[in-house]
């Protein structure tokens, strides 16, 4: 529409053609500093032809343009150039260059210049155009208070790239890349740009390769698999089923007395508690009538649920029955004796509600200086990655719903194409549906999504379809091009044309965080900051290390420990040689090993099945 209310479309006599001197815009200010390129041929909807004389001006696709329509300057950008001949000249002499008209710099009350998308007017035939000035890239990236760089652009190296952080939240973000071209540390550009710009907003990231501890210096909260607490009764019914058959299908008859004997097991630990508290013992709970649900986030004991699945034993005459009770409880202490599911497990037996400081710390509800959670997964038994996931997913999201979205927080999920992945039959099932719903519903519960990968065409659409704000980078696989074709609008898909041909940290960016669609190189991280797979190398292995007899005891005491054998390496040691370090190994020795040992098996776990 136009000012005066009127649609702003060309009226039959401004398709006339006319022909302007460019020379009239000189009476517009500024006009001077832009490098004109020519009039205005033709508009249609919010796109524009101009007739560029070949020869005078070099512009091309992705170059933005100043168009001087009346008293507005509108700002668009060159979506295809095409030559035009006069009929019988060998050389041509006219460009025609498709402009996507986006936004208008207008001024404020104060009589300052701002960008700002869409536009009030049209084109009209005639009207000069120029290329933009990098007063006008200036003040279309400024952005606001609630802005953060992020990096600089393509077209100009001194403009910095800056994005809205609450826009590119509020409506979810995806970044987009095949390996090795900068996502990972792009992640880590844009996180720090979040906890600068935004401090009440809480991170929580998953590190399928712990690679990001560094990227954050003090204010990350490093969750490893040694110090990470998630009590089997946080999990749902399906999350504990997927962890007790360690991903593969359930025994049918072995759910149902799970899920019969589960809330009772739950009802039982309150009752406990209850009559702890209870003095004169004036409350009484049925643990059978106590209201829990397989899914309720209760403590309860494992040996309860031991104890129940037992006497349930005990009455059945059916022997299948009972080999199917039986086969349960050998699974229950099987899992429980597992040092690697020490997360889990640790007190299975002793109890205590420890739902809120589990919350508190995962979630950084009380952030004390560290805001980020970065959740290593390398290390976790690779079975219960799934679930684990899920829990945090699902919990993030909840703890949002039930707080009414009282503390914001960004979801980010590295390797997003394994955890909901486009094929339906792949995953857990649990985990995709987890992610779909913050996708779909997050925004509303101050939860928002951040996803990474490198498969965009084997990420489930429906949730990258919620992703406003994307930052793609090179992408070799025609599939995902593809996939991020279909998602844009042309403008946009005309600058996807250079995905294949992008640098390492080169992304095009666009979406509700910026301003316009822009091509942009991420800030470089100093090598201390760049995300570092903490994997074991080849040539970290030297003859030092193997002499260490205090790393290969720790390998013989882990590998029986995950056994269920006791600690026995020690007692068994023989007396230290001259070099041989301690029987019992410094506080220095016992960390160097455990954490080449979390190495290691991180290395070992990569090439365990799905790892990517
Ligand atoms: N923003 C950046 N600053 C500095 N170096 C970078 C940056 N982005 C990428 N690199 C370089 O490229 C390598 C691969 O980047 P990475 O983020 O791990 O890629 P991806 O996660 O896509 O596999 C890094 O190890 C680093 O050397
Ligand atoms: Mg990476």
């Not at 509020?170 to 401090?199: C, E, M, Q, R, Y």
């Not at 339906?424 to 549906?433: I, K, L, S």
């Not at 070799?476 to 640098?503: K, M």
Request: net charge negative; glycine share 10%; hydrophobic share 40%.
């Amino acid at each position: 529409m136009g000012e005066d209310g009127a649609p702003a479309w060309p009226t039959s006599r401004q398709r006339v053609f006319r022909v302007i001197n460019i020379a009239q815009g000189s009476s517009q200010g500024d006009f001077h500093s832009a490098q004109s390129l020519g009039v205005i041929l033709g508009v249609r909807g919010g796109h524009a032809r101009v007739a560029i004389p070949v020869g005078e001006a070099r512009a091309t696709v992705g170059d933005f343009v100043r168009i001087y329509a009346g008293s507005r300057r509108l700002i668009g950008m060159i979506t295809e150039m095409e030559t035009q001949g006069a009929s019988g000249a060998a050389v041509p002499e006219t460009a025609i260059a498709s402009i996507d008209v986006m936004g208008e710099i207008v001024q404020d009350a104060q009589g300052r210049d701002h960008f700002r998308r869409g536009v009030s007017a049209h084109p009209a035939i005639g009207d000069a155009a120029g290329v933009a000035t990098r007063q006008d890239l200036r003040l279309i990236h400024e952005g606001d208070a609630d802005s953060a760089t992020i990096g600089a652009l393509h077209h100009d190296e001194a403009i910095p790239a800056r994005i809205s952080i609450s826009d590119m939240l509020n409506k979810h973000f995806a970044v987009l890349g095949s390996t090795g071209v900068g996502k990972s540390s792009g992640v880590a550009v844009i996180l720090n740009a979040v906890l600068d710009t935004a401090p009440n907003v809480r991170v929580f990231l998953l590190d399928g390769h712990n690679e990001f501890a560094r990227c954050f210096g003090a204010r990350a909260n490093i969750v490893h698999p040694r110090n990470l607490k998630l009590p089997f009764w946080l999990f749902n019914f399906e999350e504990f089923v997927d962890v007790v058959y360690g991903g593969r299908p359930a025994v049918e008859e072995e759910l149902e007395i799970l899920s019969e004997h589960i809330p009772v097991a739950k009802g039982m630990y309150l009752a406990q508690r209850a009559s702890q508290s209870d003095r004169f013992g004036l409350r009484k709970i049925d643990p059978r009538r106590a209201g829990f649900t397989v899914d309720t986030p209760v403590p309860y004991l494992l040996a309860d649920l031991v104890n129940l699945i037992d006497e349930r034993m005990g009455k059945l005459e059916n022997r299948a029955t009972r080999m199917h009770c039986h086969r349960l409880i050998a699974r229950l202490e099987a899992l429980r004796s597992d040092p690697r599911y020490g997360f889990m497990f640790e007190n299975a037996n002793v109890g205590g509600d420890t739902m809120a400081e589990i919350l508190t710390h995962l979630f950084r509800l009380e952030p004390n200086g560290q805001p980020i959670t970065v959740m290593q997964l390398a290390g976790l038994p690779t079975e219960v990655t799934d679930a684990v996931v899920c829990v945090v997913a699902r919990m993030a999201f909840d703890f949002g719903l039930w707080s009414d979205g009282a503390a914001p927080m960004l979801f980010v999920c590295e390797e997003a194409h394994r955890y909901a992945p486009a094929d339906r039959g792949a995953g857990f099932a649990p985990t995709r549906r987890a992610l779909m719903r913050i996708a779909k519903e997050g925004r509303k519960y101050g939860v928002y999504l951040g996803l990474v990968t490198q498969r965009p065409g084997e990420l489930d659409p429906t949730i990258i379809s919620q992703c406003n704000t994307l930052f793609a980078m090179r992408l070799a696989n025609e599939r995902d091009q593809e996939l991020l074709r279909s998602a844009v609008t042309d403008a946009v898909a005309n600058l996807l044309d250079f995905i294949p041909s992008l640098g390492t940290r080169e992304v095009v960016a666009f979406g509700e965080g910026l301003p316009l669609p822009t091509r942009l190189r991420f800030t470089e991280l100093p090598a201390e900051r760049l995300p570092r797979s903490e994997t074991f190398r080849l040539e970290g292995w030297d003859e030092e290390v193997g002499a260490e007899r205090g790393f290969v005891r720790q390998v013989v005491e882990r590998w029986r420990g995950a056994a269920g054998g006791g600690r026995l390496v020690e007692d068994a040691a023989p007396a230290p040689e001259s070099v041989a370090p301690p029987a019992k190994p410094t506080p220095v020795d016992v960390h160097s090993a455990s954490a080449r040992l979390d190495q290691l098996r991180a290395q070992i776990l990569k090439r365990g099945p799905g790892a990517s």
